[in-house]
Every structure is written in structure tokens, then in C-alpha cells.
């Protein structure tokens, strides 16, 4: 019976501690137990002492070192402040965009209507996913979000410095960040046929879609994660606040990866729509490898030169 005991409780915590609990709580029941009354049989003071104990899951949770939570109290208040504003912005953009489809639109009111409900509900759980996944990480982490946190009696010389101007990060340019990266997945997703060139020919507006939508399956898990970076990026800078060694190391190492993932993806010649391609080439006397290249490289210079911006005032501004 204190085996079975023992095993309800240990089965429940972190696989490094098991053994180490096991011998402690097999200790204290024994000692329990030689001290209870002779006139009792060994089973009854066993059951005694485990009644005594409690439940395995009351044991569980004083051998854990802390409560189990998705967001606990200590982040709580921060998470729901960035949720707030990362759906309020996602909302916002995708408003935006779907306004602007009505006035260029050639359907009726009542189908870009639904063809925005959907992307919007689908753009606003990605948000709630994406904050709520990363505060989860955190919390399962135990990573601090304020300096100098500790046991002792708070004192005024605890506080913080306040961060020089050029430390601070920047919400406004993180939100459209993340309201632009939001707006493209939902329509890369939902409408990829309504990402092309729009253009007029007097009063007639004619559209060249971008992609080849039979090739493009391929290559939206690229895309997906890309963007799903650059957003978990910003939403850890609007988190923070404020430059610092490892946030300049982490986004620096998130718009790497991000922009890789877009290389491998536009370098492949067979997403995009075989017409845009021709009038490209045309109007631009360039063949379409070229600039495919150039982008390439644009890219690869706008990545690194956010890297060293990111990892300067990370390093100058940190501490």
C-alpha cells in the first residue's frame, strides 16, 4: 500500500525528482508508522498515516516548487495587455484591407462580407495563439520580465533604471509589423487568388494575379512559419519593452531563420503566375531569375543590417 501511495504521487512530477522523492516520502512514512501505537496492526497504522497525509495529489502539489499554470498571476496582467493590443491591431489592419476590397471590388457587398468574417476570425486566433504560446513559454520557464526580482523585502534600490530613449523599443512600429505580417498569412491563406497587381485601363481596373495557386500548397508551410517568426519577434519586443543582450540575440536569430525560409520560398520559380512573369520581364527588360535575385539580395541586406541594429543597441543599451 505505500508503494502504490508513493507511485500516485511521484508519477506526477518532473522524471529528475522522482527518485529523489520516493526516498524521502518512503522515509517519513516509515518513521510515521514506528511511531504510532503497538496495538494497532501494521496495516491499520499504514492506512492511518497515508490517511493522514492526504490525497496523493495534495502531496503533489507541495512537492512541485511552484503552481502549475497556462498564464499564472505574475504574468497575467502583461499578458492580457499585449492580447489586447495585438488583436486590436490585427482587427484594425484586416478592417483596412477588406474596406478596401469593397471599393475595388466586382462582387456584391454580401460576399465580401463573408470572405471577411472568416479571415478575420482565423487572423484573431492566430493572435490569441501566438501571445498566448509565447506568455505559456515563459511561464513554463520561469523566465523573469523584471530585473532584480528576488526574495528579499522590497526596497526602492530595487527599482529599475529607466531605460535611455534610445533603448526603448518602439510599440508603433512593432504593431504595424504585426498588422502587416497578419493581414499577408490571412491572405496568403484565404484569398492567395486576390494577391496579384491591380491596375486600370481607363475605366475598367484589370488584375494579374502573382502566384500559381497549383504550386503554392507547397510552399505555405514556408511562408506560415516565416511570418509566425517575425510576429512572435515583435510581440516579444512590444513584451519587453526595452533593448537587451539576449532580446537583441533572440529577434536577431528569429528574422534569420524567417528570412531564409522566404528565400528558399520566391527563389522557386514554379509559385508564380507564368503572365505576371512575362509582363514583368516586358515592362522591365530584366529576365525574371534577375530579379528574383536582386530581391534575394535585398532581402539578405535588409536582414542584415536589422541584425546589426538589433545587436548594437542590445549590446550598448543593455545593461
Same mark, same amino acid.
Given at each position: 500500500?505505500?508503494?502504490?501511495?508513493?507511485?500516485?504521487?511521484?508519477?506526477?512530477?518532473?522524471?529528475?525528482?522522482?527518485?529523489?522523492?520516493?526516498?524521502?516520502?518512503?522515509?517519513?512514512?516509515?518513521?510515521?508508522?514506528?511511531?504510532?501505537?503497538?496495538?494497532?496492526?501494521?496495516?491499520?497504522?499504514?492506512?492511518?498515516?497515508?490517511?493522514?497525509?492526504?490525497?496523493?495529489?495534495?502531496?503533489?502539489?507541495?512537492?512541485?516548487?511552484?503552481?502549475?499554470?497556462?498564464?499564472?498571476?505574475?504574468?497575467?496582467? &502583461?499578458?492580457? $495587455? #499585449?492580447?489586447?493590443?495585438?488583436?486590436?491591431?490585427? =482587427? +484594425?489592419? !484586416?478592417?483596412?484591407?477588406?474596406?478596401? /476590397?469593397?471599393?475595388?471590388?466586382?462582387?456584391?457587398?454580401?460576399?465580401?462580407?463573408?470572405?471577411?468574417?472568416?479571415?478575420?476570425?482565423?487572423?484573431?486566433?492566430?493572435?490569441?495563439?501566438?501571445?498566448?504560446?509565447?506568455?505559456?513559454?515563459?511561464?513554463?520557464?520561469?523566465?523573469?520580465?523584471?530585473?532584480?526580482?528576488?526574495?528579499?523585502?522590497?526596497?526602492?534600490?530595487?527599482?529599475?533604471?529607466?531605460?535611455?530613449?534610445?533603448?526603448?523599443?518602439? &510599440?508603433?512600429? $512593432? #504593431?504595424?509589423?504585426?498588422?502587416?505580417?497578419?493581414? =499577408? +498569412?490571412? !491572405?496568403?491563406?484565404?484569398?492567395?487568388? /486576390?494577391?496579384?497587381?491591380?491596375?486600370?485601363?481607363?475605366?475598367?481596373?484589370?488584375?494579374?494575379?502573382?502566384?500559381?495557386?497549383?504550386?503554392?500548397?507547397?510552399?505555405?508551410?514556408?511562408?506560415?512559419?516565416?511570418?509566425?517568426?517575425?510576429?512572435?519577434?515583435?510581440?516579444?519586443?512590444?513584451?519587453?519593452?526595452?533593448?537587451?543582450?539576449?532580446?537583441?540575440?533572440?529577434?536577431?536569430?528569429?528574422?534569420?531563420?524567417?528570412?531564409?525560409?522566404?528565400?528558399?520560398?520566391?527563389?522557386?520559380?514554379?509559385?508564380?503566375?507564368?503572365?505576371?512573369? +512575362?509582363?514583368?520581364?516586358?515592362?522591365?527588360?530584366?529576365?525574371?531569375?534577375?530579379?528574383?535575385?536582386?530581391?534575394?539580395?535585398?532581402?539578405?541586406?535588409?536582414?542584415?543590417?536589422?541584425?546589426?541594429?538589433?545587436?548594437?543597441?542590445?549590446?550598448?543599451?543593455?545593461?
Amino acid at each position: 500500500m505505500i508503494e502504490r501511495y508513493i507511485y500516485a504521487v511521484v508519477k506526477e512530477l518532473p522524471r529528475n525528482v522522482r527518485e529523489e522523492k520516493s526516498a524521502e516520502l518512503r522515509r517519513m512514512i516509515s518513521n510515521k508508522v514506528r511511531k504510532m501505537d503497538n496495538h494497532l496492526t501494521e496495516e491499520e497504522k499504514i492506512i492511518h498515516v497515508l490517511k493522514e497525509l492526504g490525497p496523493p495529489k495534495k502531496l503533489v502539489t507541495q512537492y512541485r516548487e511552484k503552481e502549475r499554470y497556462l498564464i499564472g498571476p505574475k504574468y497575467f496582467e &502583461r499578458y492580457l $495587455s #499585449i492580447l489586447r493590443l495585438v488583436l486590436i491591431s490585427i =482587427f +484594425v489592419g !484586416l478592417t483596412i484591407i477588406h474596406g478596401f /476590397s469593397i471599393i475595388v471590388s466586382v462582387n456584391s457587398f454580401s460576399e465580401v462580407i463573408s470572405g471577411y468574417v472568416g479571415p478575420l476570425l482565423f487572423a484573431l486566433l492566430q493572435g490569441i495563439a501566438w501571445v498566448t504560446g509565447i506568455f505559456a513559454l515563459l511561464e513554463y520557464n520561469e523566465v523573469s520580465l523584471d530585473r532584480n526580482t528576488s526574495e528579499k523585502p522590497w526596497s526602492p534600490k530595487q527599482l529599475p533604471p529607466v531605460p535611455k530613449e534610445k533603448a526603448r523599443i518602439s &510599440r508603433s512600429s $512593432s #504593431i504595424i509589423t504585426v498588422i502587416i505580417s497578419t493581414v =499577408f +498569412v490571412t !491572405l496568403f491563406f484565404f484569398s492567395p487568388e /486576390s494577391i496579384g497587381i491591380y491596375y486600370f485601363i481607363g475605366n475598367t481596373m484589370e488584375f494579374i494575379p502573382l502566384f500559381n495557386l497549383h504550386e503554392l500548397s507547397l510552399f505555405r508551410i514556408f511562408i506560415f512559419i516565416s511570418f509566425t517568426l517575425t510576429i512572435f519577434g515583435e510581440v516579444i519586443k512590444i513584451f519587453k519593452g526595452r533593448w537587451t543582450r539576449n532580446l537583441s540575440i533572440i529577434v536577431t536569430a528569429l528574422n534569420i531563420f524567417s528570412a531564409l525560409l522566404v528565400i528558399l520560398a520566391i527563389r522557386n520559380s514554379d509559385i508564380w503566375n507564368d503572365e505576371i512573369v +512575362v509582363r514583368i520581364e516586358n515592362f522591365l527588360m530584366i529576365p525574371f531569375s534577375r530579379i528574383l535575385f536582386i530581391v534575394v539580395i535585398g532581402i539578405i541586406l535588409v536582414t542584415v543590417g536589422e541584425a546589426i541594429s538589433d545587436l548594437y543597441k542590445g549590446f550598448k543599451y543593455g545593461e
